[in-house]
């Protein structure tokens, strides 16, 4: 079973970076596309950003377009999402997927049902 860890969230300021990482327990994290999430106090989880499990392919919701990238590393089985211009409607618990049923090379997935595991989770803030 793939656990996933989360870490870098935080409390920022509107404008302001930071960079997500999600590290897998699988050793075979390079065959997984892998998405992030996010979730806000009473709203459904959201999709934000995914990409491909050789890294080739990326997407992203409207709401980060041009501001967050998702990236890999596989030599170091980690996922990142770096978010720059974070605004105050960014605010949420953001978590890390995995998908390891079959997948189509080169494709990643936007919808939640699309993956098998969620890692725990971990709360950016920004304030205004």
């Known amino acids: 079973q793939v656990q996933l860890v989360e870490s870098g969230g935080g409390l920022v300021q509107a404008g302001d970076s930071l960079r997500l990482s999600c590290a897998p327990s699988?050793?075979?994290?390079?065959?997984?596309?892998m998405g992030w999430f996010r979730q806000a106090p009473g709203k459904e989880r959201e999709f934000v950003a995914a990409?491909?499990?050789?890294?080739?392919?990326?997407g992203y919701a409207d709401s980060v377009k041009g501001r967050f990238t998702i990236s890999r590393d596989n030599a170091k089985s980690t996922v990142y999402l770096q978010m720059n211009n974070l605004k105050p409607e960014d605010t949420a618990v953001y978590y890390c997927?995995?998908?390891?049923?079959?997948?189509?090379?080169?494709?990643?997935?936007?919808?939640?049902?699309?993956?098998?595991?969620w890692g725990q989770g971990t709360q950016v803030t920004v304030s205004s």
């Open positions: 997927a995995a998908r390891v049923q079959h997948s189509i090379s080169r494709a990643y997935y936007s919808g939640r049902n699309s993956y098998d595991y």
């Open positions: 699988e050793r075979t994290f390079s065959s997984y596309p």
């Open positions: 990409i491909s499990s050789g890294g080739a392919t990326t």
